[in-house]
């Protein structure tokens, strides 16, 4: 899958910086979940290579650009977000 990432900052998430993930959930320093298309719902777990220590990470957010295999990670910096780029991943899947 193409796995890109994202912070709060308005430059990634623009008039939707609310502190609040798609499905609610309010962001927390030190978060790590996902952005994913709607076909995967939300709470479903995802193992992403390189991201959060090889800990998988649930599906909390949507993205008007994050559809079919395009994923979004989450970081609490923006920093953090352009150092992880563009990567091309195998992503295991656990639906709940
Ligand atoms: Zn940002």
């Known amino acids: 899958m193409c796995v890109t990432a994202y912070c709060p900052c ?3 998430c623009g008039e939707y910086s609310n502190g609040k993930t798609a499905c ?3 962001i927390n320093p030190g ?3 996902v952005a994913a298309d709607s076909k995967y719902p939300f709470g479903t777990e995802m193992l992403i ?3 959060n220590n090889g ?3 649930k599906v909390l957010d949507r993205g008007g650009v994050i559809r079919g295999n395009k994923l ?3 970081f609490n910096s923006h920093k953090q977000a352009l150092q992880w780029g563009v990567r091309y991943l195998d ?3 656990r639906s709940n």
């Open 31 to 33: 978060d790590s979940f």
């Open 91 to 93: 992503v295991k899947i």
């Open 72 to 74: 979004d990670v989450f």
């Open 24 to 26: 609610g959930y309010k």
């Open 49 to 51: 290579a390189g991201y």
């Open 10 to 12: 308005r430059r990634c």
């Open 55 to 57: 800990e998988p990470v």
